[in-house]
């Protein structure tokens, strides 16, 4: 921090403006003391915060002409967004026919996002209870997109998911 002092200026009166040239007094400021607090450029780059990572694999619902998945990766930072908002960021849909058209927008009242965990369930939400109620008789592994975080902000992993796993089973 640096600071800067002002210096007191005496300052005199125009003629035309007192009326009498011999009687002119000067007239003394005293600048408040004013200090300016800059901040300093630093030279030295601030150490980046290392937020964990979790990377996530998305296996596409149905075969290319090769007979493979397509496989798409995305990497995330640990707990800071649903699935259903990561598979909309990065374009990959969540939705079959019905859903596209009648979905709730990530409400957890239509049962229409539902996505299954192949690899890393543990670093995911716990169920909510539009799960428990959409997703009931459902396999174990099957979870809506909408309502599962990502990461605890403290994980770091691998997620591995099926997208409309309705159309294989
Ligand atoms: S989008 Fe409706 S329950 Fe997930």
Redesign the pocket.
């Known amino acids: 921090m640096s600071t800067l002092n002002f210096p007191v200026m005496t300052l005199r009166q125009p003629p035309e403006f007192t009326g009498n040239v011999n009687r002119q007094k000067p007239i003394t400021l005293h600048p408040r003391r004013r200090h300016l607090t800059l901040p300093l450029a630093s030279n030295s780059p601030q150490p980046a915060e290392q937020k964990p990572i979790i990377e996530l694999q998305f296996i596409g619902p149905k075969a290319g002409g090769d007979g493979k998945y397509p496989v798409d990766e995305v990497t995330e930072v640990s707990g800071e967004k649903v699935l259903?908002k990561i598979m909309e960021d990065n374009k990959l849909e969540l939705y079959a026919t019905y859903?596209k058209l009648m979905?709730?927008?990530?409400?957890?009242?239509?049962?229409?996002?539902i996505v299954e965990v192949i690899e890393g369930k543990d670093l995911l939400s716990e169920r909510t209870n539009?799960e428990l109620k959409?997703l009931k008789k459902k396999p174990e592994s099957w979870r809506?997109?909408?309502?599962t975080i990502v990461g605890n902000k403290e994980n770091s992993g691998k997620v591995v998911i099926q997208r409309l796993p309705q159309w294989k089973k």
Do not use: E
Request: aromatic share 6%.
């Open positions: 259903r859903g979905n709730c927008g990530g409400g957890g009242s239509c049962g229409t996002c539009a959409y809506l997109a909408c309502q």
